[in-house]
């Protein structure tokens, strides 16, 4: 059998590198793109993957950059992709007021604007695959608003609530949707909450890997989906029931405390 085609954005570091590689050396053929082109087709790590890694630009706000990532990938392929993993993203940590509006406006537009954008761009490309796979990070912060983290909470929820309407919208397609929410994860985006009351009472109990190995997981079919979102780590796991369970108030006061 050919090997299913993959699309990895954000993929010069952190959960996006640790991915392509993984699906790399699963067999897989890998496209991974960043703003800065990966040096992924260098790294160790995938020097058994039976097919070379794609490696290219695009800044997942720009449509021109996506439409030329689709066409380059899926050119050997008759324009079949099997896969999107929607992962690149960007954080900024402080008060609302602290950070200026074209800040927070700059986490909307690659958080939100950049799933949109390759949701809909890859849409045609995925609908050609008989088993295609929209996969978007979102976060367990989109459980409830965190202080010092308003607006990336903000782009994660609505990262949840496009995944559950394409999970609707497309069921019949092929295309399955899904999202991962893991917590806190050991990349250079949580080093700059190193600081939040959250991070530092609940600690990073996630590597790149960890993430890494869920979406291949999911994206293999090993793991039986029965909601549009999976939750990744043990402390997900556990808060995601209990934030649904426990009333309002509650909720509010957990993390009021956790943020002090």
Request: charge should be positive.
């Amino acid at each position: 059998m050919a090997p299913r085609t993959v699309l990895v954005t954000g993929a010069q570091s952190g959960i996006g590198r640790a991915t392509a590689l993984l699906l790399a050396q699963q067999g897989w053929r890998v496209g991974a793109f960043d703003l800065t082109v990966p040096d992924l087709a260098e790294a160790p790590e995938a020097a058994g993957a039976a097919v070379p890694i794609h490696c290219g630009r695009l800044d997942v706000t720009s449509t021109a950059d996506w439409e030329q990532a689709l066409t380059e990938l899926t050119a050997g392929t008759g324009g079949v992709l099997d896969a999107l993993v929607n992962n690149a993203g960007v954080i900024s940590a402080g008060t609302f007021v602290e950070q200026d509006v074209d800040t927070h406006l700059r986490l909307v537009q690659v958080n939100v604007g950049g799933v949109i954008r390759g949701a809909r761009l890859a849409h045609p490309y995925l609908l050609r695959s008989p088993q295609a796979h929209l996969l978007n990070l979102a976060s367990a912060s989109a459980m409830y608003g965190q202080p010092g983290l308003a607006v990336y909470g903000a782009t994660k929820s609505a990262v949840k609530s496009l995944t559950e309407a394409l999970d609707i919208e497309w069921r019949g397609t092929g295309i399955t949707v899904t999202s991962l929410w893991p917590l806190f994860v050991r990349t250079a985006m949580v080093d700059e909450i190193k600081d939040l009351g959250t991070t530092r009472r609940l600690g990073v109990r996630l590597g790149p890997e960890d993430v890494a190995r869920q979406v291949h997981r999911v994206l293999s079919g090993r793991r039986r989906v029965r909601s549009p979102h999976v939750m990744v780590g043990a402390q997900t796991r556990l808060a995601a029931p209990l934030t649904r369970m426990t009333p309002y108030w509650l909720n509010r006061q957990v993390i009021g405390w956790l943020n002090r």
